[in-house]
């Protein structure tokens, strides 16, 4: 997330692009962005303006960024393995901020939070590594990150921007500052704790939307009705909102709601729509591996020692990131029945994928080897395989990509 903004500023000023991983600083240095968020070309035309007043500097070293006067956090806000919000890397950069923080420096948080964390958690460790004061020597902003990953038409500079500040007149200024590149313009809200609850919402409202179709799939599969048949009729209507079942993962829809949960239940309250819908969303998993197995048992094959191949393990289409990625619900259902799976995806990088979710991928998808396939993620070039003669295999389609007539299933 950081990145496209890094690049956005360094045309208007002299920017300094800051992580503690020396690899990604390493590729980007040499003119290259791995997640394709940036292309190179630009990336290489900014990096080409160092030694003026406009320009990006990218480095891991915390001695380079202390003469800034403006620092822009956009580090990870994840949950840990019982869905509990993980602030530890935000509180780490607000520590590390605040070893180097000086007088009237402003500190601008785009991280999603649930409301309150600006002040609440991030403010005290800034105080407290700095021995300056908040609001009397330095100053804070919010203004939450909308860029959706792989989106190449809603890009940073197309998207309006929700801006605050920690007093009226740091908002003006957030919001000024914003404006220099954002052409979509800005949205300056009342206070932090307003700006950080409409990020918040903005994904609980679409897991929400997400889950109850994704109900109505576990509903009318049981009643042997296509639910894509389903929402083609209901869509006739003009009010009728027109979601998608699927998979919810990223690093937004699929953990944010629980940021907002854990604050609702700090202060009292049990939010039971929001529980719910993550519920039904992180069960679809176990679901399609279910649903597989029992597609196979129908087809009179042997599921244990039976052969799948995953298509895609991102956690979009025609996108690299696998961050929270759902795929690896349905790996693990289908091992649970001694299923053995395969794993193939043109878009994620091997390593990465052995490295964060300990799966190794194949570097080629032959589809005759197996006994089910199941598509799970829309990338463009699974169009291209080869799809026919496959009657005697199970193929589960997650995502309605594939004609119809070819597949036994589909969410």
Same mark, same amino acid.
């Given at each position: 997330?950081?990145?496209?903004?890094?690049?956005?500023?360094?045309?208007?000023?002299?920017?300094?692009?800051?992580?503690?991983?020396?690899?990604?600083?390493?590729?980007?240095?040499?003119?290259?962005?791995?997640?394709?968020?940036?292309?190179?070309?630009?990336?290489?035309?900014?990096?080409?303006?160092?030694?003026?007043?406009?320009?990006?500097?990218?480095?891991?070293?915390?001695?380079?960024?202390?003469?800034?006067?403006?620092?822009?956090?956009?580090? +990870?806000?994840?949950?840990?393995?019982?869905?509990?919000?993980?602030?530890?890397?935000?509180?780490?950069?607000?520590?590390?901020?605040?070893?180097?923080?000086?007088?009237?420096?402003?500190?601008?948080?785009?991280?999603?939070?649930?409301?309150?964390?600006?002040?609440?958690?991030?403010?005290?460790?800034?105080?407290?590594?700095?021995?300056?004061?908040?609001?009397?020597?330095?100053?804070?902003?919010?203004?939450?990150?909308?860029?959706?990953?792989?989106?190449?038409?809603?890009?940073?500079?197309?998207?309006?921007?929700?801006?605050?500040?920690?007093?009226?007149?740091?908002?003006?200024?957030?919001?000024?500052?914003?404006?220099?590149?954002?052409?979509?313009?800005?949205?300056?809200?009342?206070?932090?704790?307003?700006?950080?609850?409409?990020?918040?919402?903005?994904?609980?409202?679409?897991?929400?939307?997400?889950?109850?179709?994704?109900?109505?799939?576990?509903?009318?599969?049981?009643?042997?009705?296509?639910?894509?048949?389903?929402?083609?009729?209901?869509?006739?209507?003009?009010?009728?909102?027109?979601?998608?079942?699927?998979?919810?993962?990223?690093?937004?829809?699929?953990?944010?709601?629980?940021?907002?949960?854990?604050?609702?239940?700090?202060?009292?309250?049990?939010?039971?729509?929001?529980?719910?819908?993550?519920?039904?969303?992180?069960?679809?998993?176990?679901?399609?591996?279910?649903?597989?197995?029992?597609?196979?048992?129908?087809?009179?094959?042997?599921?244990?020692?039976?052969?799948?191949?995953?298509?895609?393990?991102?956690?979009?289409?025609?996108?690299?990131?696998?961050?929270?990625?759902?795929?690896?619900?349905?790996?693990?259902?289908?091992?649970?029945?001694?299923?053995?799976?395969?794993?193939?995806? +043109?878009?994620?990088?091997?390593?990465?994928?052995?490295?964060?979710?300990?799966?190794?991928?194949?570097?080629?998808?032959?589809?005759?080897?197996?006994?089910?396939?199941?598509?799970?993620?829309?990338?463009?070039?699974?169009?291209?395989?080869?799809?026919?003669?496959?009657?005697?295999?199970?193929?589960?389609?997650?995502?309605?990509?594939?004609?119809?007539?070819?597949?036994?299933?589909?969410?």
């Amino acid at each position: 997330m950081g990145l496209p903004l890094a690049v956005a500023f360094a045309e208007k000023y002299q920017v300094v692009g800051f992580d503690i991983n020396e690899s990604r600083i390493k590729e980007l240095n040499n003119g290259h962005d791995h997640t394709l968020e940036v292309e190179d070309e630009i990336l290489r035309s900014v990096l080409q303006k160092q030694e003026s007043s406009t320009g990006l500097i990218n480095t891991s070293k915390l001695d380079d960024i202390a003469n800034c006067n403006i620092y822009i956090v956009t580090v +990870p806000t994840p949950v840990d393995k019982n869905n509990n919000p993980d602030l530890s890397p935000l509180i780490g950069a607000s520590r590390m901020i605040g070893n180097i923080l000086k007088k009237d420096d402003l500190v601008i948080y785009e991280s999603t939070v649930y409301p309150g964390c600006t002040e609440e958690d991030c403010v005290p460790e800034l105080e407290k590594a700095s021995g300056l004061s908040f609001n009397r020597d330095f100053f804070c902003g919010y203004s939450p990150e909308r860029i959706n990953p792989g989106d190449k038409k809603n890009t940073l500079r197309s998207i309006k921007k929700v801006t605050s500040g920690s007093t009226p007149a740091i908002g003006v200024r957030v919001d000024d500052l914003y404006n220099e590149i954002i052409d979509a313009g800005t949205h300056r809200a009342p206070n932090m704790k307003v700006a950080e609850a409409s990020k918040a919402i903005e994904n609980a409202q679409r897991d929400m939307n997400i889950s109850f179709v994704n109900e109505l799939a576990l509903i009318f599969d049981k009643m042997d009705i296509d639910t894509h048949d389903v929402l083609e009729a209901a869509g006739t209507k003009w009010n009728f909102l027109k979601y998608s079942p699927g998979l919810v993962g990223g690093h937004c829809i699929g953990v944010d709601p629980y940021y907002l949960k854990q604050k609702a239940q700090s202060l009292g309250y049990y939010p039971a729509v929001i529980s719910s819908g993550r519920k039904v969303n992180d069960s679809m998993g176990e679901f399609i591996g279910s649903k597989v197995v029992k597609l196979l048992i129908q087809k009179g094959k042997q599921v244990r020692e039976s052969r799948c191949l995953i298509l895609g393990v991102t956690f979009k289409e025609n996108c690299p990131d696998i961050r929270n990625t759902r795929v690896v619900d349905i790996v693990e259902e289908l091992q649970d029945y001694g299923v053995d799976v395969d794993v193939y995806d +043109p878009w994620a990088e091997k390593e990465e994928v052995q490295r964060e979710l300990g799966l190794e991928l194949i570097l080629e998808a032959n589809l005759s080897g197996y006994d089910s396939i199941i598509l799970a993620v829309s990338h463009k070039e699974f169009m291209d395989l080869k799809w026919g003669n496959l009657e005697d295999k199970v193929i589960f389609d997650v995502k309605a990509f594939l004609p119809r007539e070819i597949v036994d299933a589909r969410l």
